[in-house]
Structures are given as C-alpha cells and as structure tokens.
C-alpha cells in the first residue's frame, strides 16, 4: 500500500504508543506525514470554541508524549494538532476527509462493559464512516482479569481444527 497522509488520533491510552510507532513505520516506507490529533469533546451545552483550559493542557501533554514517542521509538517527525468537537468519531472522519489521509492509525485498549468486550461509540463510527482504511491496533487481553473480588488467569487451548477456546482459571490465593 502506497500511504502519503496517515492520521493518528489519541487520548491518552497505553495504546496511542504502539498506534503511534505503527504509523511511523508504514510512513518511513512512502515518506508519508503523519498527523496526530487530540479531541477535546465539548458538552452540548458549552459554544464549541468555550476555553476549556485542564483539557487544553492534557491534550498538549498527550500531543506532548506522541511527538517523544515517534523521535525516540520510530525516529520520525510528526505534525500534531489539537480540535474541539461534540463527539470524537465524526471529528476524527471530518479531518480524514478535509487531509486528504489514506490511512488513519487507531490504538485501542481493551475494554469490557457490562462483561462484553466493548468498541466503545468513536471506533464504529470511524470504521464506518473513514473515506480511507482504517488500522486497528489493539492491546492485548489481559492475561489477569478480576472477577467478583478474585483473580483468575486467561487462558487460550489450541485445539486440533485451529481453533482456539478462551477459559479462566481461578487462583488460589
């Protein structure tokens, strides 16, 4: 795939670094810009442009971190930009489609709601509506998970069809 404008957006997750250093490395192939963006969603209630100050400050340090992030684990250079908007799913495709991106980059931790692994409201809406492809990477499950007050370990068995089946096991202590 030949990538000139990849877009990366974050938020601060453990997963934005792996995301980050993905892009980076698809770009040095094409010499490809890379654009990170911050979203800060804004309530209905306040003007879209409100000064929203503790907000404005953690998305300069998570633009912050994103540009040490490229320099020091990618060795690569890339723009950042911080938008205001009510949900962070259309901002993110409004600025694929104004960049022109080929490519955008997601980093997605894993995440359960209600027992259900769960994508959240911004990943569907960026899966189905980017005029581009879209590169999911996701943190792996984690190996430890709680369960009314207990610890169990997940576990994968490899059966003999290829498959595999996901079980817990309870610790002891």
Known sequence: MDYKRILVPVNGEKADDEAIIL???LAKK????VHV??????ERALPLEAPMVPQQRRAEEILEHAERVAEEEADYQ???GLLQAREAGPAIVDEAVNRGIDLIVMGFSYKKRFGQFSLG????YVLR?????????????????????R???????SRLDGSRKFFMVPNKT
Request: charged share 25%.
């Open 23 to 25: 892009a980076c490395n």
């Open 30 to 33: 094409n010499k490809a810009r």
């Open 37 to 42: 963006i911050n979203i800060i969603e804004v």
């Open 78 to 80: 890339v723009d950042t």
């Open 121 to 124: 409201n911004t990943m569907p």
């Open 129 to 149: 509506g980017a005029p581009c492809r879209v590169l999911v990477s996701r943190d792996p499950m984690p190996a430890r998970v709680e369960m009314a007050g």
């Open 151 to 157: 610890t169990a370990d997940a576990r994968f068995e």
